[in-house]
């Protein structure tokens, strides 16, 4: 027996060593709950910390890649800009240099015009008298100064047609270019919206399995990635990840659901990746998985999507929505994040198959109990019942014990009363008894027989 005094009021009482072994347990328990949940609480508050920071340095990395494409895109626009400037200083220079030279052989042309009208003037006069003269050297003059206008003409219209054909094919070379940096811009523009993902030939659902496959034999190689085929309340998922340890504790579990949509729908029936985060979250209870991960192409123009791994549990618990591209890194940061607290589940695990043997244990011992104290029951009753039977018979026997004890009594009392018999006893109050007795004794008095004197009486 041992003593337990209350801490409240003070009252000492004694206990036997089931029931201090009882309170001993109790206590065990209790530290011991308070102990895992303390050790739950820390290896939730870390592999929180881990999902943030993995979630923040992968959001840094996608804002420098988006600065990154920002730069080039800044950089081409300032190239075009460049570009078109020079286009236009050169097309104005070409302009001036074209101008320069029609103003150039304009001038040649009034100046042989004027040479011209000059030499008709002088000569009008003299025109009559000097005509075979006029028609010599003077028509000579004119019809070469008339030869050089046309040369002339003829050469400002080819230099004319020469530089309007450099400056169309220059024109034609910047607008060539400007096309080109405008597509490479479109490009940039749209592997930003799209972030590279190349899906083609495939569905969503294809290619990140194909990827997945891909890295199965060098990074999941205790990781299972398969089709939710099993349908529970009316729903299913599209792919669940789990991965396990040698010793089958669980390391980290992800449901997984892909969403893309035609490029060519109508933009009033497109869906939004919020219309599906809560059948996801369903889903992901209904499996019990860890994380909830939507591979969504939907919203393409979304900044906020685009961004990289966007985290959505301030409406759904651990849930995440990412671009195809990031599939494999998101496996790899949620693997990495549960390995931190994967010492702190194997040692629940650890705590709790010894907390399952000791309750087994118990049930055991309590089933014991329970069974002994039916065969104890049983036996106890039966031997009860033995008992009353034999003090029936006891009964019983007593009774007949009783029976021929007054049975022997009552030979005894006859016995004795015909032992007490005697002819004087049957023959009181009968004379006439008395008298045949009388004659017979003395028929035999004289017959000579001799009679008993108590005979007589």
């Known amino acids: 027996m041992a003593e337990i005094r209350c801490p409240h009021c003070g009252e000492m009482f004694q206990v036997d060593e089931t029931e201090y072994a009882q309170i001993v347990r109790q206590v065990r328990d209790a530290e011991f709950r308070r102990e895992l949940e303390a050790r739950e609480r820390s290896a939730e508050r870390e592999r929180e910390s881990a999902v943030e920071a993995a979630l923040a340095r992968a959001r840094q990395e996608a ?20 570009g078109a400037d020079a286009l236009a200083l050169e097309r104005a220079q070409a302009e001036k240099s074209l101008a320069e030279q029609l103003s150039e052989r304009e ?17 009008d006069a003299e025109k009559a008298l000097a005509v075979s003269e006029a028609t010599g050297e003077q028509g000579q003059r004119i019809a070469e100064l008339q030869g050089d ?47 590279s993902t190349k899906l083609i030939g495939e569905t969503l659902e294809q290619h990140c399995e194909t990827e997945f496959n891909r890295w199965r034999a060098t990074a999941f190689r205790g990781a299972e990635f398969h089709k939710d085929n099993e349908v529970v309340g009316g729903s299913k998922g599209d792919y669940v990840f789990r991965e396990v340890d040698d010793e089958g504790v669980e390391v980290v579990s992800i ?4 969403k893309n949509e035609d490029d060519a729908s109508a933009a009033s029936s497109r869906h939004k990746n919020a219309d599906f985060f809560k059948k996801l979250d369903q889903d992901r209870r209904n499996k019990g998985c860890e994380y909830a991960v939507l591979v969504s192409l939907l919203e393409p123009e979304s900044e906020l999507y685009n961004a990289g791994i966007v985290d959505v549990s301030y409406a759904y618990d651990k849930m995440y929505v990412i671009r195809p591209q990031f599939f494999i890194p998101m496996i790899t940061l949620l693997r990495n994040a549960a390995e931190n607290s994967h010492a702190y589940r194997r040692e629940l695990a650890e705590v709790r198959q010894q907390n399952l043997d000791i309750t087994h244990f118990e049930d055991a011992l309590e ?25 029936k018979t006891i009964s019983h026997l ?33 004379p006439t008894m008395r008298e045949k007795f009388n004659e017979a004794r003395a028929a035999s008095e004289a017959a000579g027989e001799a009679v008993e004197p108590d005979a007589v009486e």
Do not use: H, P
């Open 63 to 82: 804002l420098a890649d988006a600065a990154r494409k920002d730069a080039e895109i800044a950089q081409l626009k300032a190239r075009v800009r460049e």
């Open 107 to 123: 001038r040649q042309i009034a100046q042989l015009e004027a040479q011209i009208k000059a030499r008709e003037s002088a000569f």
């Open 149 to 195: 206008l046309r040369a002339a003409r003829l050469e400002r219209e080819q230099t004319e047609a020469s530089l309007r054909q450099q400056m169309a094919e220059q024109a034609q070379f910047k607008d060539q270019t400007i096309r080109d940096r405008e597509d490479e811009i479109e490009r940039l523009r749209n592997q930003r919206a799209r972030l």
């Open 255 to 258: 449901m997984f659901e892909m």
């Open 367 to 391: 089933d014991f109990k329970e069974k002994f104290g039916k065969n104890y029951e049983t036996a106890s009753r039966k031997f009860q019942a033995a008992i009353d039977e034999i003090d």
């Open 398 to 430: 007593q009774k007949v014990k009783e029976n021929l004890t007054s049975s022997e009594n009552q030979l005894r009392l006859a016995n004795k009363k015909a032992d007490e018999l005697t002819i004087r006893k049957l023959t009181w109050k009968n």
